[in-house]
C-alpha cells in the first residue's frame, strides 16, 4: 500500500535524526503513506509512535501494531491532541511537509495540473474552502497577495486581474479553465514551472500551510523532551524559512531574544549546519524527493 500512496522522502536519514531510543514516545506529524511511521517502529522495543493525519484517503494505510495510535487532527492541534491521548512530551517529532504522491495522482483532489479536474486542492475533505472557491470570490487585491506571497510570482497582479475579469463572465471550476485563462502568461518552456508556483500558493492558501506550520514549530518547543528531537522535511523556500529562522532563533523573523549576559535564548540547537538532500539515487527513484530539505534539531 505505502508505495501506491507515498512513497517516504529521505527515510533512513530523517529517521536516523530522531537519534530513537527503543522505549521512547515519538511522533509522526504527517503520516501520509506511514513509511516514516513504520521505520520508526522498527527501531522501537515497548515505546509509541502517535501520527497525525487529517486525509481520509491515508486511513487505509493505518498500521495495525499495539505501540501506533492514528489521530485524525491536523497537526496545528498537535499539544491538545496529545494530551488527550495522555501524552505530555515526546522524545522526538518528524514532519514530512510535502504532498502526497496520491494527492498529487488522484485526479479529482485537484492538486495536479496534469489532470482536467475541478480545483478542489483540500488536504481534508472536510475543510470547507476550495481552490475554484477562492478564485471566484476573493476580491483582486487578496489574489495578488496569495500569488505574490505564496508562488512568489512577479506577475502576481496582473495574474490576479486576469482572474477577476474572465470569471466575471464564467465562474472557474476547473484546472483546464485556469490554465487556458493563464496560458499568456507562460513563458516559452517554462510552463510546468510557472503553473507549479500557481497551484503552490492556492494549495497553500486553502490549507493555510504557513501557519498551520508555524503553530506547530512554536507548539514543539513544549512538546519535545530536552536532549529529544525535531525532524522536518520542507520542498520550498517558504516553508524551510520558517523551519530556518525557528531553530536559529525560536522566531520566525528577527533575531533570538538574548538573556542578561548575551547569549541566546532558544528552545532548539541546529544539529546539521548544511541541509540535509536526497542522493541522485534517491531522486532517481521517486523524482518528488527532488527539492526536499531536511533540517535536524535537539530541544535544549
Known amino acids: 500500500m505505502q508505495n501506491e500512496f507515498h512513497k517516504a522522502v529521505l527515510l533512513k536519514e530523517s529517521v536516523d535524526g530522531l537519534k ?11 503520516f501520509g503513506g506511514g513509511g516514516h511511521s513504520k521505520e520508526i517502529l522498527k527501531r522501537l522495543a515497548e515505546g509509541q509512535v ?17 505501540r501506533f495510535i492514528l489521530i485524525k487532527q491536523n497537526f496545528r492541534n498537535i499539544k491538545k491532541a496529545l494530551k488527550e491521548v495522555e501524552v505530555e512530551k515526546a522524545d522526538g517529532l518528524l514532519a514530512d511537509l510535502g504532498v502526497s504522491s496520491h494527492q498529487f495522482d488522484t485526479s479529482e483532489r485537484g ?65 483546464s479553465e485556469l490554465r487556458e485563462m493563464l496560458k499568456s502568461f507562460v513563458k516559452h518552456g517554462k510552463e510546468n514551472q510557472f503553473f507549479a508556483k500557481v497551484f503552490q500558493a492556492l494549495r497553500i492558501e ?7 506550520l508555524k503553530d506547530l514549530l512554536m507548539q514543539c518547543s513544549d512538546i519535545i523532551k530536552k536532549e529529544g528531537r525535531l525532524v522536518v522535511i520542507s520542498y520550498h523556500s517558504l516553508e524551510d524559512r520558517l523551519v530556518k529562522n525557528f531553530i536559529r532563533s525560536g522566531k520566525f523573523e528577527g533575531e533570538a531574544e538574548k ?42
Request: charged letters at 40%.
Open 206 to 212: 486553502v490549507n493555510d500551510e504557513l501557519n498551520a
Open 20 to 30: 530513537i531510543k527503543k522505549d521512547g514516545i515519538y511522533v509522526d506529524a504527517t
Open 111 to 175: 492538486f495536479s495540473t496534469r489532470f482536467d479536474a475541478v480545483l478542489d486542492m483540500r488536504m481534508s475533505r472536510e475543510m470547507d474552502v476550495t481552490a475554484a472557491e477562492i478564485l471566484n470570490e476573493y476580491e483582486r487585491e487578496d489574489l495578488k497577495k496569495v500569488f505574490k506571497e505564496y508562488g512568489e510570482l512577479e506577475n502576481a497582479g496582473a495574474i490576479a486581474k486576469v482572474i477577476t475579469v474572465k470569471r466575471e463572465k464564467k465562474k472557474i471550476q476547473q484546472v
Open 50 to 66: 502517535f501520527a497525525f493525519e487529517q486525509d481520509e484517503d491515508a486511513w487505509r494505510n493505518k498500521i495495525n501494531d499495539g
Open 259 to 300: 538573556d542578561f549576559y548575551g547569549n541566546r535564548i532558544t528552545p532548539f540547537k541546529q544539529l546539521n549546519k548544511k541541509i540535509i538532500q536526497p542522493t541522485e539515487k534517491e531522486i532517481k527513484s521517486n523524482p518528488r524527493a527532488r527539492s526536499a530539505k531536511l533540517r535536524i534539531a535537539e530541544k535544549l
